[in-house]
């Protein structure tokens, strides 16, 4: 019953930055995790960034000392701070439980990022 929606991306020159957004049709954060996907080109979708219910993160090797996930609860909203961009962070960037994906998949967010 839950629909996601992403938001927040663009067009940015290396080094730049990005902030994404992923708001809940309902209240769901505070019993579930969440995680940032992202998915390039003729590449596999994969998990770049999770929050548990308590509040501890995880982050790819890729992305470690760049990104942050955080929550907002009352909001019904997860939040991906992306610092430090490369090319090759370029994809489109999706939101769901980092375990299993339990919710139907949105739209995503493109993010594209020159050099």
């Known amino acids: 019953q839950v629909q996601l929606v992403e938001s927040g991306g663009g067009l940015v020159q290396a080094g730049g930055s990005l902030r994404l957004s992923c708001s809940a049709s309902?209240?769901?954060?505070?019993?579930?995790?969440m995680g940032w996907y992202r998915q390039a080109p003729g590449k596999q979708r994969e998990l770049v960034a999770a929050?548990?219910?308590?509040?501890?993160?995880n982050y790819a090797d890729s992305v470690k000392g760049r990104f942050t996930i955080s929550r907002d609860n009352a909001k019904n909203t997860v939040y991906l701070q992306m610092n430090s961009l490369k090319p090759e962070d370029t994809a489109v960037y999706y939101c769901n439980t980092p375990t299993g994906a339990v919710f139907s998949w949105g739209q995503g967010t493109q993010v594209t990022v020159s050099s």
């Open positions: 309902r209240s769901i954060f505070g019993i579930n995790g």
């Open positions: 929050i548990s219910s308590r509040g501890s993160t």
